[in-house]
Each structure stands twice: as structure tokens, then as C-alpha cells.
């Protein structure tokens, strides 16, 4: 049962510390996607990746945010300093270039 | 800028009636069209899609209508079963494992 996997499920951390957040795409999965879910904006973009290259993150704080894929199998989005309004679900998902996208169950972010 | 909007946050039907849910779009670019599901604590899971090609893609209980020329898309849902209550997420791009632009969500409740 081919999934998308992100790493932790939850994470409560103080304003100031560095957060990351794993996410293993589905195997032959090309494309990663990095997205924020708040209540105002619902699913917004950070950023996303084919072939392990950064296409556009465009929708991402450069200052503190950053994304990267060390390799096929690993997708990071890492925040430093984190900061309460930071405080939102992420998700990661995959894709191909044939397919709809696969969601994670995602990482409940909480900044205090 | 809301590229992709769904102007109604929540939406109640009966068990057995007809739920329609709609969603607009400003970007004439958007030439792929899907609709995602998502449960409480879980990450969205696709639901349907439609080309811009198509003005109707069907799938089960699921029907998804598309008005080029009105940029509106809406899913309906026949019959609607408690099982469907979730919210519900239109999304657009311009072809398969681009970026997807998402709205803000619609909550449908069915009830008994």
C-alpha cells in the first residue's frame, strides 16, 4: 500500500527553536509537493520539487523557511527560528507527471 | 490573490438528497481540475477530476460539471451518505504534477 510518509505527526515547539519536518514520498513519485493548511488560506503552496529540483517556492518565507531533497526518498521543509504564527498543518505530497497528487497525513505544527 | 475560491465554508444535506458544491477560478491558464477530500486529522485524498477538454466527468456517486466560459466547476453528489461529511477541496493546475492552486475548502455535513 504505496503511501506518502511524513515525520512527526505532531510537534509542539518554543517560538525561537529550529523545526523539521521529513516527508518519504512514494517510490517513483517525481514530484514533492510542500504545502500549509490554516484556517484563512486553506492549502497554500511553500514550495515543490521535480527530480529532486526546486521548481518554485515561491509560497515560502525565505528568511526562515528553506525545502530541500537530499535524495529521492527524503523531502525536508525546515524552519529556523520558528515563530507562533508558524503554527499550522503541513503536508507533503507526490506525484508523477501522469497523476493527481498523494497527500500525507501531516505534521501538526504548534509554536508557543 | 484567491486564484481558486469556494464561496460557501460549509454546507448541511440529507442522507439520500443531492449535495452540490461549487468552486471558481480567475486563471484562464488552469486547464486541469480536481477535487479532494479531506477527514479530520487525515491528509486530502483525491476524489475526481475533470480536463478542461470534458465538461462532465463522472465516477460513481461523484459527478464533476465544468463552465469554461463561467470558470466555475461544481461537484455533485448522489446520494449523499453520512460517510460523505467532510470537507472538501477544489483544486486547479495547468497539467498534471504542476503546482495545484487550492481553495479554501467547503465542510459538508450530511445528516440523518
Known amino acids: 500500500d504505496a503511501r506518502v510518509t511524513q515525520t512527526p505527526r505532531h510537534k509542539v515547539t518554543e517560538m525561537g527553536q529550529e523545526v523539521t519536518m521529513r516527508c518519504q514520498p512514494i517510490?517513483?513519485?517525481?514530484?514533492v509537493f510542500w504545502y500549509r493548511q490554516t484556517m484563512m488560506q486553506g492549502l497554500e503552496l511553500l514550495a515543490y520539487f521535480r527530480n529532486r529540483a526546486p521548481l518554485d517556492d515561491s509560497g515560502m518565507p525565505k528568511d526562515r523557511f528553506s525545502a530541500e531533497m537530499p535524495d529521492a526518498t527524503l523531502a525536508t521543509l525546515k524552519i529556523q527560528p520558528s515563530e507562533p504564527r508558524d503554527s499550522a498543518v503541513y503536508f507533503c505530497?507526490?506525484?508523477?507527471?501522469?497523476?493527481?497528487?498523494?497527500f500525507g497525513q501531516g505534521t501538526r505544527l504548534t509554536v508557543v | 490573490d484567491q486564484q481558486v475560491k469556494q464561496n460557501s465554508p460549509s454546507l448541511s444535506v440529507q442522507e439520500g438528497r443531492i449535495s452540490i458544491l461549487n468552486c471558481d477560478y480567475t486563471?484562464?491558464?488552469?486547464?486541469?481540475f480536481l477535487w479532494y477530500k479531506k477527514y479530520p486529522a487525515e491528509g486530502p485524498t483525491f476524489l475526481i477530476s475533470i480536463s478542461s477538454i470534458k465538461d462532465k466527468n463522472e465516477d460513481g456517486r461523484f459527478t464533476v460539471f465544468l463552465n469554461k466560459s463561467a470558470k466555475h466547476l461544481s461537484l455533485h453528489i448522489v446520494p449523499s451518505q453520512p460517510g460523505d461529511s467532510a470537507v472538501y477541496f477544489c483544486a486547479a493546475n495547468t497539467g498534471t504534477a504542476s503546482k495545484l492552486t487550492f481553495g479554501t475548502g467547503t465542510r459538508l455535513q450530511v445528516t440523518l
Open positions: 486563471n484562464s491558464m488552469f486547464d486541469y
Open positions: 505530497a507526490s506525484g508523477t507527471l501522469i497523476t493527481e497528487a498523494f
Open positions: 517510490l517513483g513519485h517525481n514530484t
